[in-house]
């Protein structure tokens, strides 16, 4: 009796392992195909485009600039920048 409980095991063993054999090649023919699963699927990142105006940017180099650089355009004739220098004189004398 043992020699039987042996075999038919063994033969069950056999058929879970050629079970499992075709469901794995199964599986591999899918993605072979080129069906995706939900894992291996990428959702591309939102991307979003700014262009600043000429205005705006001639605004924030003049917000950004540092003193000595108003000082030497007030020196070659820029009226903003003699405006500002007057006014920061003016602002010094009264402190």
Known sequence: ?????IASRSAATETQDAT???ASKSSQAIRQ???TTPSSTTVPAKTDTVTIS???KAALAEA????????KEAQNGDRQAM????????????H
Do not use: C, I, S
Request: hydrophobic content about 50%; overall charge neutral; glycine content about 6%.
């Open 83 to 94: 405006k500002l220098v007057a006014k920061q004189a003016q602002n010094h004398a009264q």
């Open 64 to 71: 950004t600039e540092t003193a000595a650089q108003t000082a």
């Open 33 to 35: 195909d080129g069906a």
């Open 20 to 22: 499992a054999a075709a």
């Open 54 to 56: 000429a205005a705006g």
């Open 1 to 5: 009796m043992n020699v039987n409980a």
